[in-house]
């Protein structure tokens, strides 16, 4: 199968599957050994069958849910998707890792990254990360507003671009060197992340983020699981540690390690990062602080 013909595949995914709720589309793009991956969730949904569950799950709580997909690239047999869904909560009670969410006629609109894996012109795999924790305040039980839609910048060398992430992960985020990013990020960076109302932005206000961070989590460190590259386009998707030691979104210091998982798009120019989209469970590293029950 071609790129573009696993593109479209995970556009039906999207368009026909979970927007028109086509079930006969469903079976036909699943492969038998379909597997969809959520921090929100802590099983997998396996199978047509635990893919027909993920999908009814759904419609039934948001009848006229819509997922509009905003960036779609692939490498080989994998697709980075950032998509945007909007929806009502007018049917059944939502399940979610804090309880049930009954329906009380909320709207919503979140932003969300998935990976497919896509075989022989099948669906394999997707792990999906969502901002379940503005979805849950948007239903009606916690803080923290969505973002926009980005600018998209020129394409450049994939090569330079895939420098620049790596520095950005091991020196920045990993080492905290606040030097390098004066060299990596554009003057008008903007970092764009659920928990904050309003983007970081340029490089003074990145300093400040990534002090904040370290001041939280002073042995943070994050591993890069997987990447995609296309043109001006990175797409990674990763696993975080770290140790609790500071204050961090209003939660004073507990002294848990924490293990995070999340997804970051990259839009880069001329060698050097000009925004970041960020996806991460959230709602998980909140129950990790003791800042939210478990149950309702």
Same mark, same amino acid.
């Given at each position: 199968?071609?790129?573009?013909?696993?593109?479209?595949?995970?556009?039906?995914?999207?368009?026909?599957?979970?927007?028109? !709720?086509?079930? #006969?589309?469903?079976?036909? $793009? &699943?492969?038998?050994?379909?597997?969809? +991956? /959520?921090?929100?969730?802590?099983?997998?949904?396996?199978?047509?069958?635990?893919?027909?569950?993920?999908?009814?799950?759904?419609?039934?709580?948001?009848?006229?849910?819509?997922?509009?997909?905003?960036?779609?690239?692939?490498?080989?047999?994998?697709?980075?998707?950032?998509w945007t869904a909007r929806g009502t909560h007018t049917g059944k009670s939502f399940p979610t890792v804090i309880g049930d969410i009954p329906a009380i006629g909320n709207s919503f609109l979140i932003g969300g990254m998935s990976w497919h894996r896509i075989v022989n012109g099948k669906i394999a795999e997707v792990i999906a990360n969502e901002d379940s924790l503005g979805l849950i305040h948007q239903l009606?039980?916690?803080?923290?507003?969505?973002? !926009?839609?980005? #600018?998209?910048?020129?394409? $450049? &060398?994939?090569?330079?671009?895939?420098? +620049? /992430?790596?520095?950005?992960?091991?020196e920045v985020m990993n080492q905290g060197k606040l030097d390098v990013i004066d060299e990596i990020l554009a003057p008008n960076f903007a970092f764009?992340?659920?928990?904050?109302?309003?983007?970081?932005?340029?490089?003074?206000?990145?300093?400040?983020?990534?002090?904040?961070l370290h001041t939280a989590f002073p042995d943070i460190q994050f591993t890069v699981e997987r990447q995609i590259v296309e043109g001006n386009k990175v797409g990674c998707r990763y696993s975080m540690t770290g140790t609790h030691k500071g204050e961090f979104l209003g939660v004073?210091?507990?002294?848990?390690?924490?293990?995070?998982?999340?997804?970051?798009?990259?839009?880069?120019?001329?060698?050097?990062?000009?925004?970041?989209?960020?996806?991460e469970d959230t709602l998980g590293l909140m129950q990790q602080l003791n800042a939210i029950a478990a149950t309702v």
């Open positions: 199968m071609s790129i573009e013909a696993n593109k479209a595949v995970a556009r039906r995914y999207f368009n026909e599957v979970f927007n028109e !709720a086509n079930i #006969t589309t469903l079976e036909e $793009i &699943s492969a038998p050994d379909f597997q969809f +991956t /959520i921090p929100t969730h802590p099983q997998p949904f396996r199978g047509v069958e635990g893919y027909k569950e993920l999908v009814n799950m759904i419609v039934s709580a948001f009848p006229d849910i819509h997922f509009a997909v905003e960036d779609m690239f692939a490498e080989g047999d994998m697709i980075l998707t950032r009606g039980r916690a803080i923290l507003p969505t973002q !926009a839609v980005p #600018t998209i910048p020129k394409p $450049i &060398s994939p090569e330079v671009n895939k420098r +620049t /992430i790596s520095r950005y992960f091991n764009r992340i659920p928990t904050l109302p309003d983007p970081v932005r340029e490089r003074d206000g990145m300093k400040k983020f990534v002090t904040g004073p210091p507990t002294g848990n390690p924490v293990k995070d998982t999340g997804n970051d798009l990259f839009h880069l120019a001329g060698g050097q990062i000009v925004e970041i989209w960020v996806i």
